[in-house]
């Protein structure tokens, strides 16, 4: 395998691994605050159905994104209202937004478009194209440093580069303020961060703020950046991906980037080498393409190794009176 297939299956690492940082950074936000989300594969495909949908209908990405993201916020505030206001449990909330999402997408998509729950393939300004960053041409003669800057640091769209911002923005957030050591708290211990006369309630709901907007993005990117519209169930489990991969990294920033892209190595993996031969052992094409959901079972299963999540995490707060 020479360096140039190399850098051409970590490019397609990257953008394969994109919305599952996004999703992946979303439940750690809200799981950080006690709030599990098992609804983040809702709010994908929500997000990337509308995003798509109002793009093509609008034919402005833009408005697109505000449409996705909107979306994933609705879901979201639904999950904490029934959450956190009604003290609801928490799993049976997200699968239900799950299932919702799953109907609702082909349900409005068969109304709008009249193609089986699709969006029409999305062209122009109606997706976001790639960013050529400075310089990327005029270095890339230069024996591997040119290669790199030009394959695989740049040209992605630009909701891949505010997915590794938002990596270092989150750890800042979570570990430097003063507003992340409190959402920690109230994951660990919410009685005591109401006995110091900070509202629990409104932690976890601004926790779930950010996990809408991070998982919308996440659906954005999917239906107008890695794909050209909206098929049925697009999200195709990466919700489910984003959880295995949280625990992998047992719930941290800089974790979680290297479990996301472990992922999407994989995946690209797989999809450029569709059968292996390992010495007259043909690894098949359906065992390629099962390989991140056989790591998620690994995951699942405690072969990451200890993970120990939120203390309060999946409990409903009731204030003592």
Known sequence: MDFLTILQIMDSAVRLATPLLLACLAGL??????????????????SAFFSAGVAALTGSVWLGLLAGVGASMVFSAIHGLASITFQGNQLISGVALNFFASGITVLVGEAWFSLGGRTPSLSGGERFSPIELPLSETIMPVPVAGPLYHDLISGHTFLVYIALIAVPASWFLLYRTRFGLRLRAVGENPAAVDTAGVSVIKLRYAAMVIAGVLC????????TGLAAGFVKEMSAGRGYIALAALIFAKWRPWHALGATMLFGLLEAIANRYQSIDLGGIVIPVQFMQALPYILTVLILAGFGGKAIGPRAGGVPYVKER
Do not use: H, P, Q, T
């Open 216 to 223: 919308g993005l996440a659906g954005v990117y999917l239906a």
């Open 29 to 46: 936000f809200s799981e950080r605050a006690g709030i599990f989300d098992i609804g983040l594969e809702g709010k994908i495909l929500a």
